[in-house]
């Protein structure tokens, strides 16, 4: 049985206003795989740049006055790959955990997936798209099958196929795209994680700049969040139970609670995190190791996910753990990216406060599906907006912006915070010395008064 494909009928209308004559337009196609279904959330229109073949690279926010000055293609073997590559992985990481770019659709004047030429070309960009989402593995964002949707504008004809992207075979399937009049129902999957890990940087290790420090914090709170427990509504549930049914259920307690009817809920799921706790080493063999630095990771991650009607507990839990790290591995990035120099600083600054980008929230048009944006601090929702238009195509209004899911840090609170816990170190080991010291002046004391007492008994 073959793939079958589900998007709502506005998908179908974006498709048909790209059509122009003898150009050809490529994009993403953004949503949800399960099983042999795939559900639909977007389709964003790649924005080409000026001069497709020169460019090679993108900054790390696009440059959105690029978008008056694009090319059109004219043939589909002028398609850059490395942009639509770039584009998937910027776009990646403005989905929720369980959603990626599962394919690219073209609008052309004829049907482009039934050459073979053009099937190999489609073909060359998926594979750049892995490439590339491959060098971060924690954005989660490859699919072993990839779509490829084609409209005809002339003929209104629209084609989807499927090619597996490990197989060197090259096998094309064709697959069943169902366009409908009513939405895909989602269960919306709301939780908050608080961190507050320390890591250790050893002095006898070679130097490492803050891009390799930061990889190997990322690396270790992935290991911590993928072996957490989940927790659905405060219970933890059997992987095959679906959503629907514990929602059901947790309706009907409600409802015999306060002697009513259960209805529908259409509230978040609250999902919970607890990770392993280690336990105290009461062992004697205690290793100890000279430290020259540390890194302090503070703060809280919002995470909102989606996840199909009919998913069940074990979909759910990837597709929040996915988030979570996706999210965080999305921002460090971004951060690590946004470093000119590294910084050495002085003696005296031993306390450097890096605050990377916070998430906010846009939903989609006609959905409650939202994706993601991060902002530097001193920016704000304007560039949000802009990021949407350039990089999915959609134009919202600055209301539509959820931005206060998480608060922007205070370097001042953080600093004085530092200075207070030095301070206090600083004093408690002055205390201890001081302790110290009177403790041995008092035992030299009484060894002098016993040897007094004992020579006056004796001569006395």
Aim: glycine residues 4%; negative net charge; proline residues 4%.
């Amino acid at each position: 049985m073959g793939r079958t494909v589900y998007a709502e009928e506005r998908l179908h209308n974006y498709l048909t206003s790209l059509a122009k004559p003898n150009e050809y337009r490529i994009g993403l196609i953004l949503g949800q795989s399960a099983s042999q279904k795939d559900y639909i959330v977007h389709l964003a229109k790649t924005p080409l740049p000026k001069n497709v073949v020169e460019e090679t690279s993108i900054t790390s926010r696009p440059n959105t006055k690029q978008k008056d000055a694009e090319s059109c293609i004219k043939s589909v073997k002028d398609i850059p790959d490395t942009w639509v590559a770039v584009h998937a992985k910027y776009v990646t990481r403005m989905l929720p955990g369980g959603m990626r770019v599962l394919g690219i659709f073209i609008v052309g004047p004829d049907d482009t997936i039934n050459d073979n030429a053009n099937i190999q070309k489609c073909r060359s960009i998926l594979m750049a798209i892995h490439k590339n989402l491959s060098q971060n593995k924690y954005l989660y964002g490859n699919n072993e099958e990839q779509l490829i949707l084609n409209l005809n504008n002339i003929s209104q004809k629209y084609t989807c196929k499927s090619v597996e992207i490990n197989n060197k075979s090259g096998i094309v399937k064709p697959v069943e795209w169902k366009f409908q009049g009513k939405a895909t129902k989602w269960h919306q999957l709301e939780s908050v994680i608080n961190f507050d890990n320390l890591f250790l940087i050893p002095a006898n290790k070679d130097p490492e700049t803050l891009k390799k420090q930061l990889q190997d914090i990322l690396k270790t709170m992935s290991d911590i969040v993928e072996s957490s427990l989940i927790a659905i509504e405060g219970e933890v549930k059997s992987p095959d139970d679906t959503l629907e049914i514990v929602t059901k259920n947790k309706n009907e307690e409600k409802g015999c609670k306060n002697n009513e009817k259960s209805t529908t809920n259409d509230k978040p799921i609250q999902i919970s995190l607890y990770t392993t706790c280690q336990a105290n080493n009461t062992s004697s063999n205690v290793k100890v190791t000279p430290c020259n630095a540390s890194i302090r990771l503070v703060g809280q991650l919002a995470s909102r996910t989606f996840v199909h009607q009919k998913a069940n507990v074990e979909e759910a839990t990837v597709a929040v753990k996915e988030d979570i790290i996706r999210s965080l591995a999305s921002r460090l990035e971004m951060h690590w990216d946004s470093l000119i120099d590294e910084e050495n600083g002085f003696p005296e600054e031993n306390v450097t406060l890096h605050e990377p980008p916070r998430r906010v929230l846009i939903a989609l048009p006609e959905s409650k599906v939202t994706l993601s944006d991060y902002l530097f601090p001193g920016e704000g929702p304007l560039e949000a907006l802009l990021s949407l238009q350039e990089l999915l195509d959609l134009e919202v209004h600055e209301s539509c912006v959820l931005k206060d899911i998480e608060l922007q840090a205070d370097p001042m609170e953080f600093y004085s915070q530092s200075d207070v816990n030095i301070k206090t170190d600083f004093g408690k080991d002055s205390c201890d010395s001081q302790q110290n010291r009177i403790y041995i002046a008092g035992i030299s004391i009484a060894v002098i008064i016993l040897v007094i007492a004992f020579l006056i008994q004796k001569f006395y």
